[in-house]
């Protein structure tokens, strides 16, 4: 019996020893297994990661040659720049042989326009035209400023401003209008402008500044109701953009004393620079094109250059011309120290509080 035992312990323990050496070499087998399971994860992954980079890389590389793939939208404030939105879009919409759209947005003095192009998705299927009124409502409200919370694409061109007033006095001249405004008590008569820190109102103030005139501001909602104010004799006189006043003035509805630009211009024919009278008096309207704040710079680069082609081309400058707008067309890198520059002078005039209601 003892005999029977110890055979009996002597065989389990064999079969223990060889059940432990199954396990380890079976374990063995099962790490290793999971070992070149890892490697072959960790390599798929590396594989995965560089597949993942060339395909970004190449997907950005298609989207700027195949850049527009769909309509682009291009975001403009009603008003008087309503007519300079809509051509600047269909021309670039023709050049590229997709739909660039012209989305109409009103209010805020140009505010809710660029509050939507913020909010936009900035991948060069929504941008924005731009103006110095907008610019002005930017710093007074230091909000959605234009040199730093937008990526800047091209300066579309510049207009100058003429002083007109209305036909219903007896006025032709910018020397009669000083003296005419002057022989009267202090605020008696009005002028008109398109709203509070519109281009309109700043070129104004600074002219009647320069020229020692103290007049009654009369705001408007909209610069066609501003002008149709100096038609009717309402309001006496308006700082107006070459593109609203030369069809007015040559129907006789008003009177055109005066170029805001320091040289004559063939946009405002006949109509001598103020600067003769006042030196350092200039103001320019302008227009521009600006992007959501990081959209890709090869693709601003090449909004940039085919706008800038859209309006070298001659039958755009003729139409632009037209309208009273010198088209013209830069780099994003010029364009954006423009709006600096611009950003400086204008501050220092709203810091400054130097234009009142």
């Known amino acids: 019996m003892h005999r029977f035992i110890s055979q009996h312990e002597s065989a389990i323990g064999e079969s223990q020893i060889s059940a432990t050496e199954a396990f380890s070499a079976m374990q063995s087998t099962h790490c290793r297994h999971a070992r070149l399971k890892h490697v072959l994860a960790s390599a798929a992954m590396t594989a995965g990661l560089i597949l993942g980079i060339w395909s970004c890389n190449a997907t950005a590389q298609d989207g700027v040659q195949g850049y527009p793939s769909k309509p682009v939208r291009m975001l403009v404030a009603s008003g008087g720049s309503d007519t300079v939105g809509r051509l600047l879009a269909t021309k670039l919409g023709e050049a590229w042989g997709?739909?660039?759209?012209?989305?109409?947005?009103?209010?805020?003095?140009?505010?809710?326009?660029?509050?939507?192009?913020?909010?936009?998705?900035?991948?060069?299927?929504?941008?924005?035209?731009?103006?110095?009124?907008?610019?002005?409502?930017?710093?007074?409200?230091?909000?959605?400023?234009?040199?730093?919370?937008?990526?800047?694409?091209?300066?579309?061109?510049?207009?100058?401003?003429?002083?007109?007033?209305?036909?219903?006095?007896?006025?032709?001249?910018?020397?009669?209008?000083?003296?005419?405004?002057?022989?009267?008590?202090?605020?008696?008569?009005?002028?008109?402008?398109?709203?509070?820190?519109?281009?309109?109102?700043?070129?104004?103030?600074?002219?009647?500044?320069?020229?020692?005139?103290?007049?009654?501001?009369?705001?408007?909602k909209t610069s066609t109701a501003g002008m149709l104010g100096v038609v009717t004799g309402e309001t006496l006189a308006y700082c107006a953009a070459a593109a609203n006043a030369v069809s007015l003035a040559k129907a006789g509805k008003i009177r055109l004393i005066g170029s805001t630009y320091k040289e004559p211009s063939d946009l405002l024919p006949g109509v001598p620079p103020i600067a003769n009278k006042l030196p350092g008096f200039e103001v320019q309207g302008w227009y521009g094109v600006v992007a959501p704040l990081h959209t890709p710079r090869d693709v601003v680069a090449k909004v940039s250059a085919d706008l800038v082609k859209v309006l070298k081309t001659p039958e755009p400058q003729q139409l632009f011309n037209n309208l009273g707008i010198r088209a013209e067309g830069t780099t994003p890198e010029k364009f954006g120290t423009f709006l600096k520059e611009e950003t400086q002078r204008w501050g220092k005039v709203v810091q400054a509080n130097n234009v009142n209601p």
């Open 98 to 220: 997709r739909p660039v759209l012209a989305d109409i947005r009103s209010g805020a003095s140009g505010l809710i326009t660029l509050d939507a192009l913020a909010q936009s998705a900035p991948d060069g299927y929504t941008m924005a035209m731009v103006t110095l009124s907008q610019m002005l409502s930017t710093l007074e409200n230091q909000r959605r400023l234009l040199a730093s919370e937008f990526d800047p694409v091209t300066f579309v061109g510049s207009t100058p401003f003429a002083i007109a007033i209305s036909a219903t006095i007896p006025v032709n001249t910018l020397d009669e209008w000083i003296a005419y405004v002057k022989a009267r008590p202090p605020g008696q008569l009005a002028y008109a402008s398109s709203g509070l820190w519109a281009s309109a109102h700043v070129c104004m103030e600074d002219f009647n500044s320069r020229a020692g005139l103290k007049m009654l501001h009369v705001p408007y």
